[in-house]
């Protein structure tokens, strides 16, 4: 194996040229970029970036050492798996021995045909360095915001939009954060963002339209919002087009198994690709997750049934509202948590779900922990965390 080429330049595909070159790979190494510059973080994107005082330096990652050859702005338009190719959307075939697809995931959108420019109730969504730069431009004026979506990323952004002084109004069809991480957390992360100002509205499935103000949305039951921004946050969708025809697809998921392989000399990384975990094959489109597959990957491409099989154990983290949260395991969780401690600070909390196996999901709320300890919370438990009850309305 002399030639590898990797599709997809985030974290993802960069933690797969590091590791590459980590596990002895020495030969030329492609790394194939839709977006023109180098890799940065997206969770900063919805924290820090956008809020009044950002660190607008908090997206930037140290400068890649792997030495790879870099074909930025470009896109993979297909894959040919019988002659080993990778076609280019601007052209041109570059052959490989062996190839990792780790080209990730856009936004969602709701209305694609908003997405014109020239369109003036276009939604906005937030997935590129260049979506947050629109952003932070857009709510400057401090307009009235309606964010559609209530998980992570439209708290995250409805948290910014209410610091730098807009009217913000989020639309969700379940109480928010309830999916990702279960009714507990989501009634703290909710009282909080009632009391900072936000105002909750459901009311069933959302479209848009124009109106004098700028944008309308419109809900299942009726309720029309009015406001001069739309932002959507519903979701993502993985990148796998490129990869229709090539017998790689079932139904129309890419499916990894637990060394990333596809093929004995294709292996997947990151948002693109389902992995099998303790509760079922999953995509799990989560930062951590990205690297600790792309090592997985590397290893499996250079080592395959000898390489470390990916352990997946879910790290996440949002902030809003006055709240920090990180958590780990599989989420969502279900109930109050079977384990808590205090921590020093007002609101301040370590808490732990059992789920039965052995094995539980951690959160840490307002609370200082280092990941690794928060990882091995969440696999193992801990005796330092006592059998208090802690509910919703306690904190």
Not at 138 to 162: D, F, K
Not at 184 to 196: E, N, R
């Amino acid at each position: 194996m002399r030639r590898i080429v990797v599709v997809g330049n985030g974290i993802a595909g960069l933690t797969a040229c590091d590791s590459l070159r980590a596990g002895g790979f020495d030969g030329e190494l492609t790394v194939v970029g839709a977006e023109s510059h180098q890799p940065y973080s997206r969770p900063a994107l919805s924290k820090a970036l956008l809020h009044a005082d950002a660190d607008l330096s908090a997206h930037e990652l140290p400068a890649p050492t792997h030495g790879a050859v870099e074909l930025l702005g470009q896109s993979a338009a297909g894959l040919d798996v019988n002659r080993g190719v990778v076609r280019l959307g601007g052209g041109g075939e570059l052959p490989y021995d062996g190839l990792v697809i780790a080209s990730g995931a856009r936004a969602r959108w709701l209305t694609p045909d908003l997405a014109a420019e020239e369109n003036p109730c276009r939604e906005l969504t937030l997935r590129t360095i260049e979506d947050a730069i629109e952003l932070k431009r857009s709510v400057a004026t401090r307009p009235s915001v309606v964010v559609i979506g209530g998980g992570p990323l439209g708290m995250e952004v409805a948290s910014g939009c209410l610091e730098v002084g807009c009217a913000v109004t989020l639309v969700a069809d379940v109480p928010p954060l309830s999916r990702q991480l279960g009714n507990h957390l989501s009634g703290i992360f909710t009282a909080a963002a009632l009391s900072k100002g936000l105002r909750i509205v459901t009311g069933g499935e959302a479209r848009i339209t124009s109106s004098p103000a700028g944008a309308r949305v419109l809900l299942a039951d009726g309720t029309a919002l009015d406001a001069e921004l739309v932002v959507t946050a519903i979701g993502d969708a993985p990148n796998v087009e490129w990869l229709e025809g090539s017998g790689l697809l079932v139904g129309g998921q890419l499916h990894a198994d637990s060394r990333g392989r596809v093929r004995t000399s294709i292996v997947a990384a990151g948002d693109v690709a389902t992995f099998p975990t303790p509760n079922g094959p999953r995509r799990v489109p989560l930062w951590t997750s990205a690297i600790d597959s792309a090592k997985a990957a590397a290893g499996g491409l250079l080592h395959g049934d000898e390489a470390p099989e990916l352990d997946l154990t879910p790290y996440f983290w949002t902030e809003g509202f006055g709240l920090s949260l990180k958590a780990a395991g599989f989420t969502p969780v279900s109930g109050a948590p079977d384990f808590a401690e205090p921590g020093k600070g007002v609101g301040s909390m370590l808490l732990r779900w059992e789920h039965g196996n052995g094995g539980g999901t951690a959160a840490a709320l307002n609370y200082r922990i280092p990941v690794p300890k928060l990882r091995r919370l969440a696999q193992t438990g801990s005796a330092t965390l006592g059998r208090s009850a802690v509910t919703a309305a306690a904190l």
